[in-house]
Structures are given as structure tokens and as C-alpha cells.
């Protein structure tokens, strides 16, 4: 398999990736069309991404996916494009611990054979730049640093003084310099604000291509992706798996995407697709009415920034509970769980949900949890039995759990709803604050939508 190809990666957290990776991706995509890619676990970067190129973004997680998995996925995106845009998560080297490299961008770079070109915070740095790149190079020779793109420039001469000393001291190009301030996106307690949400997400993105077509020179980027090499793909390899005798059945699986609820990754609804299934997206948000369907896949997001709308489309609420009262499969996840139980308090004030589970859900000033996450399912897990991999990011908590209350999962990594157990369950309704990604959990879609008729 032969197709351009770079990943986008930083020394640092909060160095610009996405805003530089999405202004890319938006001049990129105004002459090809573009693959973006997002490494590790993010639901709202993907979304920056889909709208710079009107293709959806796929995760890329080498603790959620083996090497074939990675590949499979990259296959699935890059099919009939003309060029992949990846962008990293985090540092470079970051991964699930601080010697390995699992999780890490830097593991993508080397299963895709693909080009790297680093983004540096240049404030203040001039020789030290140097530094930066050639202890990155040194660290790991096999991940091809190609390319460097300078981000919070001061001036001509700072800029100038910063590729004297890169080419003097490295083999590394500059392609791009930006100048401090220049660009910058709007994030609040869980990241970027997602862009579904703002009204303005095209002249947004028309902004950052413009930066960043003055900024960065899009040829040489062009000429770094041309030098990946070619991969191969198993074709007996399978992110996730389908089941033939599903297709007949045509279920039906409600999904609410809106502004509060965005949180899905590509590769699931894909997933449920292929195994026959017909998706009813609807906006609780706009107070569209709750669809007859089989079964009901809630994601997360934001419910708590649209609590007030939330819990005056009663439509909403109360098809939620008479569909877990009809025994009708639902699965929810973080923002999913929250509608799920009995309210969201925020700042004392509480906000009837649908209660179809007893204990409510308050929004804390800290992180309740942030972790990769291993779950193995309890004997009441209706539809999976196999040990899922996925993660968890929230700042809700839930109340205190009576000591009988059933739970979905064992927590064997992170953190959970309660006391290492996660996904309170109710009839074949679950709500948990694990994250699936189906790379993790090969068999939760076709499970799922198996359980419609068990």
C-alpha cells in the first residue's frame, strides 16, 4: 500500500498541533482529497479534523490496536485519497508509561514507515532548537524526523538566527515558522471546544488554512509525505468483527449527535454498519423527537454545558427510560451515563435526567478520571464477555453506590464509577465512564446489536 503520508508531532502538549495539523489539512484539501488521521484516544481533535477536510478522521492507538489493527485502520482511511495528514497525540514519546512506547505517536510513526515532522515552541530558543531536534532524533533512530515547524517566532531576525542554527547543527528542514499569537483555538475543561458547537467553524478553519499557507511551505510537506514507504496489509487481519447473519436483520440503533453529544469514535459507527445496522441520528439539543428504534448507542460530550435543554426535552428523557423498560438494549458512555441516571448537579444545582438509574451525577472543579482503561465484564454484562480495552476522561462523579448495586465491568486499569467497578446496568440498559473504541473490543459491535434479539 503506497500513499503520501506525515505525522504531525510535538515536543510538548500545547505546542499547536492541532491548529497547525487542521490549517494543513485545510489548505491540503482545497487540490486533493485528504485522509486525517488523530493518534491516540480524541473524539474532539477528529472533529476539527472533519470539517478541514470533509472526510472523517481515525484514531490511531496502539494500546487500543496491534500492529495489523493500526495498519487495517490506516488502509480504511487512506482508501481512494490522495494523501494522509496524522496528527500526534501529546509529545512525540509520550505513551501509557515513561520508558515504553505504547500509546505513543512515535509507535504509529514506525508501524506506518511514515515521515515525522516536529512542532517546536521556539520562544526564546535559538541554538537550543538544534538541541531539541537532535535529542529527539537520538533517542529513538528509527522514527524518521524529516521536518520541523517553529511555532511562536517573534520576529524575521528570531526566525532567521532559528534556521542558522537547525541547519547548521541538524539534517532537519524547516518548513514552517509561525509568528507568536498567530493562531490559537478556544478549549475548555475537557479540550478544545468541539466545532460542532460553533456556528463560526468554517470561518474558523478558512483562518487557520490562511495562517498557515503563509506560514509553511505545503510543498515541502508534500515532498516529506511522498518519501513514506510502502506498507503492507494483512488482508486476513480484522479491526472489528462482522457477523453475516446480522445484515438480514436491519436493526435499527438510535444515535443522538449534536452539540452534546459528539463523542463517537468513526471506526464504532462503522462498526455497527457493517453489521447490518441502520442509524437514526437525532439532537436532543434541538428537541428532535426520540426515534422508535431497536437499541440506543448514547456517547458522550458535553451534556453538562446543555443540561438546562437536556432536562426540558422530556421527549428525550422519558423515551430513554420506557426504552430500558421495554428491555430494548442501550448502551451509554461518560456524557451517555450522566443522561442516564437520576440528574447532573453543577454548582449545586440539579438537572432532572432520565433516572433510569437511581444515584445522580455532580460536576467537580477537578479531573475525576484521565487513564487508558482495562475492563473485563462481569456475568452481568448482557453482551460481551471478552476483555475490552478503552479509556476514560471525565470531571463528573457519581454518588455513592449502595453496596449491591450491580456493575458491567472489573476495572483492571484505571479508575472506574465506583471502588474499581464500572457500568451500572439495569435491564440491558449500561452506563459507564469507559470510553470503547472498537480496536479494544472487536466484538462490541456485533454483540450488541446480537442482543436486540436475546
Known amino acids: 500500500m503506497k500513499i503520501p503520508r506525515v505525522i504531525i508531532a510535538g515536543t510538548a502538549s500545547g505546542v499547536g498541533k492541532t491548529s497547525i495539523s487542521c490549517g494543513i489539512m485545510k489548505v491540503l484539501s482545497r487540490k486533493k482529497n485528504v485522509a486525517p488521521f488523530k493518534v491516540g484516544p480524541d473524539f474532539i481533535d477528529p472533529i476539527y479534523h472533519r470539517f478541514a477536510?470533509?472526510?472523517?478522521?481515525?484514531?490511531?492507538?496502539?494500546?487500543?490496536?496491534?500492529?495489523?489493527g493500526i495498519?487495517?485502520?490506516?488502509?480504511?482511511?487512506?482508501?481512494?485519497?490522495?494523501?494522509?495528514?496524522?496528527?500526534g497525540v501529546r509529545g512525540l514519546y509520550e505513551g501509557i508509561d515513561p520508558v515504553g512506547e505504547i500509546g505513543s505517536t512515535s509507535h504509529v510513526s514506525k508501524i506506518l514507515k511514515s515521515p515525522v515532522i516536529i512542532i517546536i515552541n521556539a520562544r526564546s530558543l535559538t541554538k537550543s532548537s538544534a538541541a531539541y531536534i537532535k535529542g529527539f532524533q537520538s533517542l529513538d533512530p528509527n522514527v524518521n524526523i524529516r521536518g520541523v515547524i517553529l511555532n511562536q517566532v517573534r520576529d524575521d531576525i528570531h526566525y532567521r538566527k532559528l534556521t542558522k542554527a537547525i541547519e547548521t547543527f541538524t539534517d532537519v528542514e524547516?518548513?514552517?515558522?509561525?509568528?507568536?499569537?498567530?493562531?490559537?483555538?478556544?478549549?475548555?475543561?475537557?479540550?478544545?471546544i468541539p466545532l460542532i458547537e460553533r456556528e463560526d467553524r468554517k470561518e474558523i478553519?478558512?483562518?487557520?488554512?490562511?495562517?498557515?499557507?503563509?506560514?509553511?511551505?505545503?510543498?515541502?510537506?508534500?515532498?516529506?509525505?511522498n518519501e513514506a514507504e510502502d506498507i503492507e496489509k494483512n488482508e486476513e487481519s480484522h479491526l472489528f468483527k462482522v457477523d453475516p447473519e446480522l445484515k438480514k436483520n436491519n436493526t435499527t440503533v438510535g444515535i443522538p449527535f449534536d452539540k452534546a453529544f459528539s463523542f463517537y469514535y468513526t471506526e464504532n459507527i462503522e462498526a455497527l454498519n457493517e453489521n447490518g445496522a441502520k442509524i437514526k441520528f437525532f439532537s436532543p439539543s434541538n428537541h428532535e423527537d426520540f426515534p422508535e428504534t431497536d437499541c440506543y448507542y448514547i456517547g458522550g460530550g458535553y451534556p453538562e454545558i446543555y443540561a438546562d435543554i437536556i432536562s426540558n426535552n422530556t421527549d428525550f428523557l422519558k423515551g430513554l427510560k420506557s426504552a430500558c423498560e421495554d428491555n430494548k438494549p442501550i448502551y451509554g458512555e461518560c456524557g451517555g451515563l450522566m443522561v442516564l441516571s437520576k440528574n447532573i448537579e453543577i454548582k449545586g444545582k440539579k438537572f432532572p435526567m432520565s433516572g433510569i438509574f437511581k444515584q445522580g451525577t455532580s460536576m467537580k472543579d477537578k479531573k475525576q478520571g484521565l487513564s487508558y482503561v482495562i475492563a473485563k465484564p462481569t456475568e452481568n454484562h448482557y453482551f460481551l464477555n471478552s476483555i475490552v480495552k478503552g479509556h476514560e476522561f471525565h470531571y463528573s462523579k457519581m454518588e455513592y453506590m449502595p453496596k449491591n448495586q450491580d456493575f458491567a465491568y472489573r476495572i483492571l486499569r484505571g479508575?472506574?464509577?465506583?471502588?474499581?467497578m464500572d457500568g451500572l446496568i439495569k435491564n440491558k440498559c449500561i452506563g459507564s465512564y469507559l470510553h470503547i473504541h472498537t480496536g479494544g473490543a472487536p466484538c462490541w459491535a456485533s454483540s450488541f446489536l446480537k442482543s436486540v434479539y436475546q
Open 53 to 68: 477536510t470533509d472526510n472523517p478522521s481515525r484514531n490511531l492507538d496502539t494500546f487500543f490496536m496491534e500492529k495489523e
Open 71 to 87: 495498519i487495517e485502520n490506516f488502509a480504511r482511511g487512506a482508501n481512494n485519497k490522495d494523501i494522509a495528514i496524522i496528527e
Open 174 to 192: 524547516v518548513v514552517g515558522s509561525i509568528e507568536r499569537g498567530a493562531i490559537s483555538l478556544t478549549s475548555r475543561h475537557l479540550g478544545l
Open 205 to 225: 478553519m478558512d483562518d487557520l488554512g490562511k495562517q498557515i499557507e503563509n506560514s509553511v511551505d505545503i510543498d515541502k510537506i508534500i515532498d516529506i509525505a
Open 415 to 420: 479508575k472506574g464509577i465506583d471502588n474499581g
